[in-house]
């Protein structure tokens, strides 16, 4: 079983940038130890004849078909552009 003492939590929250309290040390100790003993039981579980899957329930998502919902406006959106040139817009140039 592993176990994570109080300055393992401060030298894991000091590489993570987190501030934390000397006293909480031994509080966030315990439960990351009870954390890594959850991991060590789960990977003493023998998955070898599970077969992976992308989601835990049997879902098909139905889609929907491809159509075109709204006209396209391109021409009234270039109309009303300060400058416009063979269906693009035309803007200051920025790098010299």
Known sequence: MSSINSEQVTHIARLARL????EKSDYFA???TRILDL???MNRIDTESVEPMA????VHLRLRGD?????SRREDYQAIAPL???GLYLVPR???
């Open 84 to 86: 416009a040139d063979n």
């Open 67 to 71: 159509h075109v919902t709204a006209e």
């Open 39 to 41: 991991l060590e039981q």
């Open 30 to 32: 315990g439960h990351l």
């Open 19 to 22: 501030k934390t309290d000397e």
């Open 55 to 58: 989601h835990p329930q049997d």
């Open 94 to 96: 920025v790098i010299e």
